[in-house]
């Protein structure tokens, strides 16, 4: 069954940074849009960035210059280096896949999520 399985998550301070991975198996290929979404309490899923079938990234505004998306598809795996963290930036992280070829960050178009990993920034 296909699947997508987050790592990398934990506690670090403001300034301080964490890479993200997330390992796609079963029927996930490499021509799948691939993404990674955040939501923290009481706030809706966001999106933070994804990576085209070709390498062309999209990042929101409010991570843009700190993150960086990036995938492997001989491995079919999905990273994310998060770079000079805010404790605005705590929430759970999920990696997500979608098999329509185009690429957003609308939550709807993906069909496939991992289960999320926990990030938290303290000040």
């Known amino acids: 069954q296909a699947q997508l399985a987050e790592s990398g998550g934990g506690s670090v301070q403001s300034g301080g940074s964490l890479r993200l991975s997330c390992a796609a198996s079963g029927s996930i290929y490499s021509s799948y849009c691939m993404a990674w979404f955040r939501q923290a309490p009481g706030k809706e899923r966001e999106g933070v960035a994804y990576?085209?079938?070709?390498?062309?990234?999209t990042y929101a505004d409010s991570v843009k210059g700190r993150f960086t998306i990036s995938r492997d598809n001989a491995l079919k795996t999905l990273n994310l280096q998060m770079n000079s963290l805010k404790p605005e930036d705590t929430a759970v992280y999920y990696c997500?896949?979608?098999?329509?070829?185009?690429?957003?960050?609308?939550?709807?178009?993906?069909?496939?999520w991992g289960q999320g990993t926990q990030v938290t920034v303290s000040s």
């Open positions: 990576i085209t079938t070709v390498g062309t990234t």
């Open positions: 997500a896949a979608a098999s329509g070829g185009l690429c957003s960050l609308r939550e709807t178009l993906f069909g496939y």
